[in-house]
């Protein structure tokens, strides 16, 4: 039987995740705090890893309970602990002085800024999928969780066992983890941030080729292939079945298909 074993969240859309043992689902289908704030620049637009390589040189910490965060650089000791609400304006300067132009933090407490607006719920995979593309690569079960940014990892199932949380054409597929009623959309599409190094930034040569090689080949005899109009696909987006808000996920929950 599946089981939720890693519940992790990104406050800050593009900066580090925070683990913890429960998560509080929104109106919107959303966990609450993950993708809460995204930096963007003064024109509006997003600052994250697809438009610049410099959001991995930012090591950040964030604190749910005290609503803090700590910044500091890769290698670096020097640190700066900052209030997400009452020091706002220091937070948007300390980023701005490190990107090198003015940028600004927005925040959206019902959704969030999710990649994809039609499926804003949490995004699932398994560890046998992590440890298996960690394989592929000869990285760590670590590096590759950090490099995918998942926020449920299921344990107990075998490699790519969450390809079974979609189907043909638009159609969704139900399923229940814990107390919360999900219905799984479509395979993840990835971008150029799982093919660099989630702390250097320095690209993998060949990573993406690797993948979508290693990807087709190892299809599982379950996974709906119609739905990969390329194979640089991973992990599954998912919305709430009905409203689902203020039911919560726990490490332990179980899954089970409808």
Not at 29 to 41: C, P, S, T, Y
């Amino acid at each position: 039987m599946p089981e939720l074993a890693q519940i992790l969240l990104y406050p800050i859309k593009a900066l580090d995740g925070v683990a913890v043992a429960q998560t509080t689902l929104l109106a919107s289908g959303a966990l609450k705090h993950d993708r809460e704030f995204a930096i963007v620049d003064l024109q509006g637009k997003v600052v994250n890893g697809k438009r610049t390589p410099a959001v991995h040189g930012i090591r950040s910490r964030i604190d749910l309970q005290t609503r803090t965060i700590t910044l500091s650089l890769q290698g670096e000791v020097q640190a700066a602990t900052l209030h997400l609400d009452d020091e706002r304006l220091a937070l948007e300067r300390w980023l701005s002085d490190y990107f090198g132009f003015a940028v600004k933090l927005v925040q959206n407490t019902q959704v969030g800024f999710p990649d994809d607006t039609d499926a804003p719920g949490p995004t699932v995979i398994s560890t046998g999928t992590l440890q298996a593309i960690a394989d592929w690569f000869a990285l760590s079960l670590e590096e590759t969780r950090r490099r995918f940014r998942s926020n449920l990892e299921l344990s107990s199932v075998e490699p790519f066992w969450e390809d079974r949380l979609f189907q043909e054409g638009d159609r969704t597929v139900p399923f229940q983890l814990g107390a919360v009623q999900f219905a799984g959309v479509n395979p993840c599409q990835r971008c150029v941030v799982v093919t660099r190094d989630p702390i250097t930034g320095e690209s993998l040569p060949g990573f993406q080729k690797t993948f979508v090689a290693k990807r087709k080949e190892t299809l599982p005899t379950w996974t709906e292939g119609s739905r990969f109009n390329h194979f640089f696909r991973l992990a599954v987006n998912t919305r709430t079945l009905t409203a689902q808000a203020g039911k919560m996920l726990r490490l332990g929950d179980q899954v089970t298909l409808s």
